[in-house]
């Protein structure tokens, strides 16, 4: 057995000095550690698209860190800081991604591999844009409801397709260039329309697209935009119920095409609130309620069409160009030409003073019930023989069914107002070979067309089943100077009202050329009961039916009337004339005589059988020899 041997004192004094004499050790360097990375490995990204690339990490030694990143292929936006931005090259394939992390010593190494792969035809958008964007062409878009903040571009052949219920709002800082061809059309359309850019939603033949599966695109308050050769399919569920809507904004809309679209109310393209110069050319609208609203200050010309090209029997429930407007007041000279649908007024319309509305032959505007025209400005409806000019009522199916209701309802006498000239410049309006129908609707004057305090020419026009049961359907009663040439009058209670200032010329009608049985109630020329005084020469040389005259009137020594041969003045109870004797011509040729007489004539007074009776007018009093005109052509007249 070994005997334990006490080690000296003196070894474990030296050992205790020497450990007493040194401080603590330091802990070794060790390397960072990487804590979090962004995306997960593997990544993909389409070529030539970015990724964003995030590490963060931590040191143990809490030492300052450096990050460093490389890539096999692709570039950075930057090599250095914890976050980076990738872009992929333009080829498919594989890359690495790496970021190195250290502390001067020591570095940690974390790689990425990232899948490249071929750019995607569908491309979801789901967030607004704020930067100018462009949507490639060959590409099918599908789009959530957003807002454009910024202009965007879209290229020849995209297909965008809206989500149910989504649209696209384009606000003040936004607008859209989308510029088309023939060939390579955009296309805006429903994600469920599988014939344009395939099954988007994945879902076969299980859903078809429907009127109003969209929105509408909203341009409001915007800066310019252009749509060319653009296709809308399917749009409409919006509160505006258009697919297209320009409001506070000034857009060219050209070579486009609106079909299977709502447009209930304000129509598949809606330009109600549109800016002046807004253009709307070469479009094509069919399978639309109402296809095309516009307000009073664009011009339409007579290049869209309002059919399918492919199947021209397909047209729109509503077939006419719906006109709305907030103050209902035409500021600009415009000139409507469309001939193929009519123009709706769908409530009162002003021309103001200083524009001008001209119509093309073959134009038709119908009114909705109740409302009018009134001219301060000037109104140019110059027609033809075969394609004549017409205002009637929304209920006349002439050139289309307008108000999409089939054979259900019939134009009627007082179906709209009027059309008025009021106090607009002199020789500024011209009507010739127009025609004027169903209206008169009472509203203080009850005429189709009155003149109030200016003229127009009136040649060949046609006023047809109005009321004009006080004023006439034609009124004339506070006309400037100004001539009735070659008119037709008919289906009216009365038809024409004149004063001391207007000339009646030969050659008009007083029934319908088609069947002549068809008259006028009170089938007369009257003279408006405010006419008093002849101070102008006038031809009363129409002598197809009688003149009325209402009360007692004066021919002025200024003033002077000549009649043509055959023609038949009437006077109601206490009426006459006063004359010099020598202002009143061709007299003998004529015949003077009660408005209850029907044995000349005819029933002007639309009584029945009836004919005059003694001392029924006053006469007519020559105030040069103080005594009434004893003539053998005067009936009835109380002082002969």
Same mark, same amino acid.
């Given at each position: 057995?070994?005997?334990?041997?006490r080690?000296?004192?003196?070894?474990?004094i030296?050992?205790?000095?020497v450990?007493?004499?040194?401080?603590?050790s330091?802990?070794?360097?060790?390397?960072p550690?990487? $804590?979090?990375?962004?995306?997960?490995?593997p990544?993909?990204v389409?070529?030539?698209?970015?990724?964003? +690339?995030?590490?963060?990490?931590?040191?143990?030694?809490?030492d300052?860190?450096?990050y460093?990143?490389?890539?096999?292929?692709?570039?950075? !936006?930057?090599?250095?800081?914890?976050?980076?931005? /990738?872009?992929?090259?333009?080829? @498919?394939?594989?890359?690495? @991604?790496t970021v190195?992390v250290?502390d001067?010593?020591?570095e940690?190494?974390?790689? /990425?591999?990232?899948?490249?792969i071929?750019?995607?035809?569908t491309?979801?958008?789901?967030e607004?844009?704020?930067?100018?964007?462009t949507?490639?062409?060959?590409? $099918?878009?599908? @789009?959530?409801?957003?807002?454009?903040?910024?202009?965007?571009?879209?290229?020849?052949? $995209?297909?965008?397709?809206?989500?149910?219920?989504?649209?696209?709002?384009?606000?003040?800082?936004?607008?859209?260039?989308?510029?088309?061809?023939?060939?390579?059309?955009?296309?805006?359309?429903?994600?469920?329309?599988?014939?344009?850019? #395939?099954?988007?939603n994945?879902?076969?033949?299980?859903?078809?697209?429907?009127?109003?599966d969209?929105?509408?695109?909203?341009?409001?308050n915007s800066? +310019?935009s252009t749509?060319?050769?653009?296709?809308?399919y399917?749009?409409?569920?919006?509160?505006?119920?258009?697919?297209l809507t320009?409001?506070?904004?000034?857009?060219?809309?050209?070579?486009?095409?609106?079909?299977? &679209?709502?447009?209930t109310?304000?129509?598949?393209?809606?330009?109600?609130?549109?800016?002046?110069?807004?253009?709307?050319?070469?479009?094509?609208?069919y399978?639309?309620?109402?296809?095309? @609203?516009?307000?009073?200050? =664009?011009?339409?010309?007579?290049s !869209?069409?309002?059919?399918?090209p &492919?199947?021209?029997?397909?047209?729109?429930?509503?077939?006419?160009?719906?006109?709305?407007?907030?103050d209902y007041?035409?500021?600009? %000279?415009?000139?409507?030409?469309?001939?193929?649908?009519?123009?709706?007024?769908?409530?009162?319309?002003n021309?103001?003073s200083? +524009?001008?509305?001209?119509?093309?032959?073959?134009?038709?505007v119908?009114?909705?019930?109740?409302?009018?025209?009134?001219?301060?400005?000037?109104?140019?409806?110059?027609?033809?023989?075969?394609?004549?000019?017409?205002?009637?009522?929304?209920?006349?199916?002439?050139?289309?069914?307008?108000?999409g209701?089939?054979?259900?309802?019939?134009?009627?006498?007082?179906?709209?107002?009027?059309?008025s000239?009021?106090n607009?410049?002199?020789?500024?309006?011209?009507?010739?070979?127009?025609?004027?129908l169903?209206?008169?609707?009472?509203? #203080?004057?009850?005429?189709?067309?009155?003149?109030?305090?200016?003229?127009?020419?009136?040649?060949?026009?046609?006023?047809?089943?109005s009321?004009?049961?006080?004023?006439?359907?034609?009124?004339?009663?506070?006309?400037n100077?100004m001539?009735?040439n070659?008119?037709t009058f008919?289906?009216?209670?009365?038809?024409?009202v004149?004063?001391?200032?207007?000339?009646?010329?030969p050659?008009?009608?007083?029934?319908?050329?088609?069947?002549t049985?068809?008259?006028?109630?009170?089938?007369?020329?009257?003279?408006?009961?405010?006419?008093?005084?002849?101070?102008?020469?006038?031809?009363?040389t129409? $002598?197809?039916?009688?003149?009325?005259?209402?009360n007692?009137?004066?021919?002025?020594?200024? #003033?002077?009337?000549?009649?043509?041969?055959g023609a =038949?003045?009437?006077?109601?109870?206490?009426?006459g004339?006063?004359?010099?004797?020598?202002?009143?011509?061709?007299?003998?040729s004529?015949?003077?005589?009660?408005?209850?007489?029907d044995?000349?004539?005819?029933?002007?007074?639309?009584?029945?059988?009836?004919?005059?009776?003694? %001392?029924?007018?006053?006469?007519?009093?020559?105030?040069?020899?103080?005594?009434?005109?004893n003539?053998?052509?005067?009936?009835?007249?109380?002082?002969?």
């Open positions: 057995m070994k005997k334990f041997v080690p000296s004192l003196l070894l474990v030296v050992t205790l000095f450990l007493s004499g040194c401080g603590p330091k802990p070794a360097n060790e390397a550690k990487i $804590t979090n990375t962004s995306p997960a490995s990544a993909s389409e070529v030539g698209k970015q990724l964003s +690339f995030s590490a963060v990490a931590t040191d143990p030694n809490n300052t860190l450096a460093k990143w490389t890539t096999t292929k692709g570039t950075f !936006n930057s090599t250095t800081g914890t976050d980076v931005i /990738w872009t992929a090259p333009n080829t @498919v394939g594989s890359a690495q @991604v190195t250290s001067g010593k020591l940690t190494k974390y790689t /990425w591999t990232v899948n490249v071929a750019e995607s035809n491309i979801l958008i789901t607004n844009i704020a930067l100018d964007t949507w490639k062409a060959g590409k $099918t878009y599908i @789009v959530n409801d957003i807002t454009l903040n910024a202009h965007l571009t879209i290229e020849p052949g $995209t297909i965008i397709k809206f989500k149910e219920n989504c649209g696209l709002t384009v606000d003040t800082a936004g607008s859209i260039t989308a510029v088309g061809t023939s060939a390579l059309p955009i296309i805006f359309t429903s994600i469920r329309d599988d014939a344009h850019g #395939g099954d988007t994945k879902d076969g033949s299980n859903s078809k697209p429907a009127v109003a969209w929105r509408f695109i909203d341009l409001y800066r +310019f749509f060319t050769h653009c296709q809308f399917y749009g409409g569920s919006g509160y505006r119920d258009s697919v320009v409001n506070l904004a000034k857009a060219t809309i050209d070579n486009c095409t609106f079909a299977f &679209n709502k447009g109310v304000n129509g598949a393209l809606d330009l109600a609130g549109a800016l002046q110069d807004t253009i709307v050319t070469n479009n094509k609208f399978q639309n309620i109402i296809p095309l @609203v516009i307000n009073a200050q =664009i011009n339409i010309d007579n !869209n069409v309002f059919k399918d &492919n199947n021209p029997a397909v047209t729109n429930t509503k077939n006419g160009i719906f006109l709305y407007n907030g007041y035409m500021r600009k %000279s415009l000139s409507w030409q469309e001939t193929e649908v009519p123009f709706v007024i769908t409530n009162d319309l021309i103001d200083g +524009f001008t509305l001209s119509l093309s032959p073959g134009v038709v119908k009114f909705q019930e109740g409302f009018s025209l009134t001219v301060e400005g000037s109104l140019k409806a110059k027609g033809t023989a075969s394609q004549p000019i017409v205002f009637t009522s929304y209920r006349d199916d002439r050139l289309t069914d307008t108000n209701d089939g054979t259900v309802t019939k134009p009627n006498a007082s179906d709209w107002q009027r059309i000239l009021d607009s410049p002199l020789a500024s309006n011209e009507f010739e070979y127009c025609q004027f169903y209206g008169g609707k009472l509203s #203080g004057i009850d005429s189709v067309l009155r003149v109030y305090f200016t003229d127009a020419i009136l040649n060949n026009c046609t006023f047809a089943y009321n004009g049961s006080e004023y006439g359907a034609l009124y004339l009663g506070n006309a100077k001539t009735i070659s008119c008919y289906g009216n209670e009365i038809p024409l004149i004063n001391t200032l207007v000339d009646v010329a050659g008009n009608k007083f029934f319908n050329p088609n069947n049985a068809i008259k006028n109630t009170k089938n007369g020329i009257f003279v408006s009961s405010d006419s008093y005084t002849f101070d102008k020469a006038v031809n009363w129409e $002598t197809a039916v009688p003149y009325v005259i209402p007692y009137m004066d021919i002025d020594t200024t #003033g002077k009337i000549t009649l043509g041969t =038949i003045i009437k006077f109601m109870i206490d009426a004339f006063s004359y010099s004797g020598s202002n009143l011509v061709n007299y003998s004529a015949k003077f005589t009660a408005y209850s007489d044995t000349l004539g005819g029933d002007t007074n639309a009584d029945g059988s009836s004919s005059g009776y003694a %001392s029924y007018w006053d006469g007519i009093y020559n105030y040069n020899s103080g005594i009434y005109a003539w053998s052509n005067i009936y009835f007249a109380a002082n002969k």
